[in-house]
């Protein structure tokens, strides 16, 4: 019954984070291409959860702050979400091939989500360069709109959320490779 209560807060919050959306600095809308095109940047940054997530392996808590001063691509996942596994792997190329200093991919295994299964997935798919962190009871999730499964959200080096794309996307493409490129030229 609770979940039911809810729905519209959380249609309000999808609605409102769309709203928001509409507007996408120009050098940034002329690199979407294909499925990027789905990548909605704003107009203006928004701030972003401070609630604390799980590191991978119970080392601890973490949050967002954690990682400013550097461009970030958050994505939000779940073991058992199709698309997840689809790009999951082209999110890692994305990994492998801008970070350091000034990129860094952050993956949140949201909800219900084992350690086990976590590495079960990430074994099953060859990824070893991306972090298991878990947001198990959704608060980061939940602070910042994601209805859905996968969302992805660019963070700015001020850990200010810059853009959002809802549902997967060829992270590994071109398009997705120009824009993480431009973007870290940018700041």
């Known amino acids: 019954m609770r979940l039911f209560r809810l729905i519209p807060l959380y249609m ?4 409102g984070a769309n709203a928001s959306l509409a507007a996408e600095p120009a050098e940034i809308s002329a690199l979407r291409d294909g499925s990027m095109k789905k990548l909605i940047v704003h107009a203006e940054a928004k701030p972003v959860s401070q609630a604390q997530f799980q590191l991978e392996d119970d080392s601890g808590t973490g949050s967002l702050s954690d990682y400013k ?11 058992w979400c199709a698309p997840c596994r689809k790009e999951m792997p082209q999110i890692a190329e994305l990994q492998e091939e801008f970070g350091g200093e000034d990129f860094e991919v952050l993956t949140l295994a949201t909800g219900r989500n084992s350690p086990a299964g976590i590495k079960k997935f990430f074994e099953e798919n060859g990824i070893d360069n991306l972090p298991r962190h878990q947001d198990p009871r959704q608060a980061v999730a939940r602070e910042m709109g994601v209805i859905g499964l996968p969302i992805t959200v660019l963070l700015d080096r001020d850990g200010q959320e810059i853009g959002r794309l809802i549902g997967d996307a060829e992270w590994n493409s071109d398009s997705a490779k120009s824009i993480i490129s431009a973007l870290i030229a940018s700041e």
């Open 12 to 15: 309000a919050l999808a609605l």
């Open 69 to 79: 001063g550097k461009i970030v691509l958050l994505n939000f996942w779940a073991t």
